[in-house]
């Protein structure tokens, strides 16, 4: 996609994101000499209510959206907003926009894609429905993007109206450990087969811990079947983290199995009801990495990464990349 004829609009809860999209796309013009401009309007859509909670937007100087590429950065990371955004969705292309892209960073039912009882709901693909109903724009379908998806078989959820891009934040997060200094030796370990199965792969050029989640009574066991920790530095990869129960066996588990130091790397940082604050530096916390990295693919990560441990991996960069916003 070309930057030309570009708008690209947010989420209310997205804009410390796009901010740092904004920069990114003057920072590679600059240094291309590109005239290529994409109009950034992160305060286009009025996100108000009514006085009985329901949606009551507005999207400003919506007669500019004619004939251009729009670009919509969102999240659903909460039921509570994910009808207000699905009702720009199905406007934008009533405007006579040329095309429609919407990046979601974390598709939020992507862990509920299957049904495994009798009763069980995969709410992955009701999404995939709800995002399925986006109408054409003048170039054809509306397209998604969203990073690390739990399974990489949602893509045939949607249907023909929308085309989904499955993206990955983990070869940026090798730029960023190429570029750690440390005297030690790095390893990868991946807690489950899921997570092995999926990002292995990019791993090529390090040495590979696998380890595989037991039940236990009430609780998971994670023991290592490849593998050496010893003395290394011991980087734990995964697409996401929610309460953290898992990670902290897996940090256990490479502390006694006799790895120097133990860092960690999800792409999406979910942890709901402020689970976070298990990871940070407090002598009350057990199994805290050196360091724990994650991206903004979720709007509270920038509060996250305020507090030791955490470093924040930005998907600015990748965005751009991946859209050719420059």
């Known amino acids: 996609m070309s930057g030309q004829n570009t708008i690209l609009i ?34 286009a859509v009025k996100w108000n209510a009514f006085e009985d909670g329901y949606p009551n937007i507005f999207i400003e100087n919506i007669e500019d959206f004619s004939d251009k590429h729009v670009i919509f950065v969102g999240s659903f990371y909460s039921p509570a ?59 054809g379908p509306a397209r998604l993007m969203t990073y690390d998806i739990h399974a990489l078989q949602e893509r045939f959820y949607f249907s023909d109206n929308i085309v989904p891009k499955l993206a990955s934040a983990m070869p940026k997060f090798i730029e960023v450990i190429n570029q750690f200094e440390d005297d030690i030796p790095i390893a990868i370990a991946f807690p489950d087969e899921g997570a092995y199965k999926r990002f292995s792969y990019y791993f090529k050029d390090f040495p590979v811990i696998r380890c595989i989640k037991r039940r236990k009574g009430s609780e998971r066991e994670v023991t290592i079947v490849d593998g050496n920790p010893k003395n290394q530095h011991v980087i734990i990869v995964d697409d996401l983290i929610n309460t953290g129960g898992t990670v902290q066996r897996c940090i256990a588990c490479m502390k006694s199995a006799g790895a120097s130091r133990v860092s960690v790397f999800v792409t999406h940082a979910v942890f709901p009801k402020g689970s976070w604050k298990r990871f940070t530096r407090n002598p009350m916390n057990e199994h805290v990495p050196d360091t724990f990295w994650i991206t903004d693919s979720l709007p509270h990560a920038s509060l996250i990464t305020e507090h030791e441990p955490f470093r924040l991996v930005s998907l600015s960069d990748s965005i751009c990349s991946m859209l050719k916003l420059y």
């Open 81 to 139: 907003i994910i009808f207000e955004q699905i009702s720009v969705l199905y406007t934008l292309p009533k405007s006579s926009i040329k095309s429609l892209t919407f990046v979601l960073p974390y598709y939020n039912t992507g862990t509920m894609e299957r049904v495994d009882t009798e009763g069980q709901v995969a709410t992955a693909v009701a999404m995939a429905r709800l995002l399925s109903a986006i109408p054409l724009s003048s170039m």
């Open 10 to 43: 947010c989420h209310r809860d997205m804009k410390t994101l796009v901010a740092r999209i904004e920069k990114e796309i003057a920072a590679r013009c600059s240094q291309s000499n590109s005239k290529v401009r994409v109009d950034v309007r992160m305060d």
